[in-house]
């Protein structure tokens, strides 16, 4: 079902929402708002982290990009080599401050703690929302609503249900530095906004913008604002033309997404047009754009400094590249947006408290609105733990959406859901056989199994390694039927490799004179 029609019925609620909201009097106190808020953040954290546990078992996480970090951790804890992962080579993204979760791999090395920090980390954004709201708006039924739709934004449910990033820490910390601002310590706001550079290199674009804004819309604050993006044009040209090319010996422009320079300034021209069509006439950009307004009731609009000058650009970025899954903001690609969106909703309260101090009743209406939209909005279209790979936002789909904190609310979703744990329990007492040092090729699926006892490559691998392993059951798509297929094809007649195990979903070949399977 096209993002519209549900969009619409969300959107067409509101009209008798603000009706009844201006007529009801509600009475939320400070403290009941405040455990309301840790009573949702805790469940957060619970049941994401279980979910992520769940998917670890279930064969749903990937060595992309679930097996890059947790072989990243696990290779420099052992002193295999900093910043590199199961790939070889140095990870290729500017990320060194994955490395402050080193000591979490030297007190047991353990593929859990990334799960357990990205469940945790998204989960602070709701307290951190309130506290925000509550120091500028100093309204609690507002710092309900705020950090409720914070937490229950769809995107976030996607971003905790995927392979854990880094980027997944950013909201808490963007956040955490408007809070500092709005309490004065502007200080530590600039030095947290400073820092999420070191986060991964894709934090240029929201420090620049909001170094923008401040530039042009906070006259106290000028200096700063220049300083910042000062700060991000400097480290830029650091990663840009030091790190990736000498230290990670990676070309960036993220794999060809953004193709900005040609030979001739009317090439370059050409890119740049091409670059403004896709954020602008794409049929996705309106779609994506209103379900990013969305759960926060467009009150972002009522800002349009902000709007224009710090949330649009990261959107923007997004929107321009080539990849289809960053025009959707698939998993990590909505990170930065996560932690934006929610100072953009602050920021327009303000603004309409402002024009209308003087009708209380409007302010009620507004708080309610919100609250009702975030729930609504979280109920249609939050990702659901089988929804990997899935272009479900612009769309809706009942065999994606449709629960509460991405527990399925359809009963037969949960007998798939069993299925696949019960198919992945198989593939763990099948591939409990394989040697360990063994060198083993396999689906992205199946990799993060195999990750402490083996050397692990991608398909279709070198044609080198002890073992090959295909697992139909848990297939999710990623490495593309056409490459598996080939792969087989290719197996099947190489004369240094033997099927040495085959049932209904999984086959597995070995090399001839290689490290054989015990039976």
Known sequence: MPYWVPAGLVLAAWLPLLWIGGRIPLRVTAVHSRRAVMLLTIVFAVVYSWLGFWQFRACQSGMMDFGIYDSLLHLTASGQGVMQDYRGGTFDHFSPAILLLVPLYWLYDWHGWLILIQAAALAATAPL????????????????????????????????????????IFPAVFLAAFLMRANGRKQWFWWLLAGTIFLKEDFAVPIAATGLWML??????????????????????????????????????????????????????????????????????????????????????????????????????????????????????????IGVMPVAAIFGWQRLRHRWRHHWRRR?????????????????????????YHADIPVWDRRLHGGFFSLPADPLYWNVMAEQERAARHWYRISSQIPAGATVAAQNELGPSLL????????????????YCFDRAVYQGYDGQERINETLTRLQSHPDYRLIFRDSDIVIFAAVNGKQQHE
Request: hydrophobic letters at 55%; aromatic letters at 10%; charged letters at 15%.
């Open 364 to 388: 009620q209406a507004i708080s309610l609105l919100l609250l009702i939209t975030a729930l609504a909005g979280h109920w249609l279209w939050a990702e659901l733990p089988l929804a990997r």
């Open 216 to 337: 042009l819309c906070c006259p106290g604050e000028r200096r700063a604002g220049a300083l910042l993006i000062g700060w991000t044009v400097i480290w830029v040209a650091v990663i840009l033309l030091v790190y990736f090319p000498l230290v990670s010996e990676n070309g960036y422009w993220h794999y060809g997404r953004y193709d900005l320079a040609g030979g001739t300034a009317a090439e370059t021209g050409r890119k740049l047009a091409d670059m403004a069509g896709r954020v602008l006439l794409s049929p996705e950009t309106l779609p994506v754009t209103l379900s990013v307004l969305l759960p926060f009731a467009l009150l972002p609009l009522a800002d349009w400094r902000f709007c224009l000058f710090a949330a649009a650009p990261v959107l923007a970025v997004q929107l321009a590249s080539t990849a289809w899954h960053q025009h959707i903001l698939a998993s990590h690609y909505a990170s930065a947006l």
């Open 452 to 467: 402490r006892r083996c050397t692990v490559r991608q398909l279709p691998g070198t044609f080198t390694e002890d073992f």
């Open 129 to 168: 929302a309130w506290l925000l709201t509550v120091r500028i708006l100093k309204n609690p039924m507002a710092a309900l609503a705020v950090a409720a739709a914070t937490l229950l934004n769809p995107y976030v449910s996607r971003l905790a249900l995927y392979d854990f990033h880094i980027e997944a």
